[in-house]
């Protein structure tokens, strides 16, 4: 273990470009692909919520006992903003990445990269003093 401790997950936030409107403003085809993406990434699924907004978009959430995916589509933009916060060492965030990205046939991906639940070295420090 480093001095700045094991992290507790990993969060990725994605910006998804150029996707298949229709896909991304049918609610039963993106809880299906994001149940799907959860399950393709090893993850147990708990809850899953989606909405359907007028007159367009849907949003939604699979709650995993790692954490969660979540997402929110713009169809007249062909974008959707994806959310994948997982903890622990067996549940793979980029595989249900790749599997939401291919899906909706989406043509540019921009994603950051989190670490989640590090310690902070200047509190660590001054928690030793």
């Known amino acids: 273990m ?6 507790l ?13 229709e896909k991304l403003n049918n ?7 994001m149940v799907g993406a959860a399950r393709k990434a090893n993850a147990e699924i708990r809850e899953v919520v989606f909405h359907r907004f007028e007159p367009q978009g849907v949003s939604g959430v699979v709650v995993i006992s790692e954490s969660h995916l979540t997402i929110h589509t713009w169809p007249e933009l062909a974008y959707a903003a ?3 916060f997982t903890c622990g060492e067996h549940v793979d965030p980029w595989i249900a990445l790749e599997n939401i990205t291919q899906e909706f046939n ?3 991906i921009n994603v950051m990269e989190i670490t989640r639940g590090m310690k902070n070295l200047k509190r660590l420090r001054k928690n030793k003093q």
């Open 9 to 21: 997950g990993v969060q990725l936030m994605a910006e998804v470009w150029e996707c298949d409107p």
């Open 27 to 33: 609610l039963k085809t993106v809880e299906e692909i």
């Open 82 to 84: 994806v959310d994948i």
């Open 106 to 108: 989406a043509e540019e």
């Open 2 to 7: 480093s001095i700045l401790g094991q992290p």
